[in-house]
Structure formats: C-alpha cells, structure tokens
C-alpha cells in the first residue's frame, strides 16, 4: 500500500565529457596557452562530433580543451590576444602582419574570433592530416578570402610577414630589394603560364613537385606524438 509520499528528486550536475579523466593517456601535448578574453563562453559539440571531425582521439581532444581552457576559460580568443602571443614569441619582431594571418586562416567563420572547435581542427590538419589536407590549409594561408587565386603582391606580404618575425635578429637579414626578388622567383615558379596569379590547382602541383616543400609539411607530423 502507497504512503502517499513523493520521494525528493535529485538533481545532478550535468556531465560535460570533455572533462572526464583522460584513461590512458600517458604523454603530454605541447598546446600553445594564449590569454583569456570576456566574452560569451564557446560551447563545443559532443566530443563524439569532434573526434568524428578531426585525427584526434577522444583523450587527445580532451588534453587540447582542457589547455585550451586553462588560459581561454570561454574557449575563444581574438586577433589582439593571438598578438600578444606573438609578441611573447618573437620579443625582436613585426609580428602584426604574420600573426593576423594566421588568425584570419584559422578563423573559419570569419567573426573575427577563434573558437575551441576552430583550433582543434587547424591543429589535427597541421599535425595528423593528409598531404593533401595540408596543401589545402597552406593555400588558404594566402588566400584566406578563397578568391582561388593568390597575385604577387599578395605573396610578397606574406614573405615579409614571416621575415618580419625574427626582427633584427633575423639570420641571413634580407634588405628590401633581395624581399623582392626572392617573392618574384617564387611567384615565377609557381605562376604555371605566366598568367599573373597562382591558382590553387598550380600551387598544390607544384607543392607536390618540390620535395624540400613536402619534407617541410611532413615534418609537421613531429608536432605531436603518433
């Protein structure tokens, strides 16, 4: 027979399972920290969605958010917080130019902010992907609008942006004139038909040529244990 009583329910906290303890995972992954910024926190998709999404394991994914965190507690960052990054790393350099690059490749949505989801994904293509994912991700470091063309101008800027880093202390240290002509004989090599612009198609061909490119890109493995 019911004693008419109710029992209490129990309310329990909700269980976030890219918080959950990281079984076996025996190394340490070397995730860059960047500084929070205040604003509204990013909330990842199900961990299952972002293994599914990148080469990662779901410890793996799980190590990357929680370093991630640990300086980005709302898992975002900005354009001025990647700087301020920069300018840790290369104390001597013009680091504007080559740091709002890099953001503007890994911030997918073009919001103007990189979020957990972003970054992971950028790191698995960088670290795990194929060639071909790679190449993909290289090109858009020049062609970040996809206008599926890169023109002169646009590649000296991002030769000099990468100069710019080391600064004075840069070894050999490239004046002016010698920026130049190194742009334009790469420009020359991969503009297939002189046709004043490097598509994506010529970029990834001639890539797939070059063996010292492909050894630079493949070393890219070594970012991360296997």
């Known amino acids: 027979m019911s004693s008419g009583r109710r029992r209490a329910a129990i309310a329990l906290p909700p269980v976030n399972e890219f918080d959950q303890p990281l079984i076996g995972f025996d190394y340490k992954i070397d995730v860059p920290l960047l500084s929070p910024i205040h604003q509204h926190t990013f909330r990842p998709s199900s961990l299952q969605q972002v293994v599914d999404e990148t080469h990662f394991s779901k410890n793996e994914v799980r190590a990357i958010y929680r370093a991630f965190k ?10 001025v917080i990647l700087r301020e ?14 740091s709002d690059l890099l953001f503007d490749t890994f911030d997918n949505d073009g ?9 992971v994904k950028a790191l698995s293509i960088l670290c795990r992907g194929t060639m071909d994912e790679k190449l ?4 858009k470091l020049y062609d970040p609008k996809d206008k599926g063309e890169v023109t002169w101008h646009r590649l000296y800027y991002v030769i000099t942006s990468m100069d710019d880093l080391m600064g004075r202390k840069a070894k050999p240290s490239y004046t002016r004139e010698q920026k130049h002509e190194r742009a334009s004989q790469v420009f ?11 598509t994506k198609e010529d970029f990834i061909r001639i890539c797939k040529t070059d063996r010292t490119i492909l050894n630079s890109i493949s070393a890219l493995y070594t970012i991360l244990p296997g």
């Open 111 to 119: 919001n103007g902010t990189i979020n957990f989801q972003e970054f």
């Open 70 to 79: 640990e300086t980005s507690p709302n898992a975002v960052i900005n354009k």
């Open 136 to 139: 993909d991700w290289l090109y």
């Open 188 to 198: 020359q090599k991969f503009d297939v038909g002189n046709k004043g612009r490097i």
């Open 85 to 98: 990054k920069f300018a840790e790393l290369f104390p001597h350099g013009d680091i504007e130019h080559y």
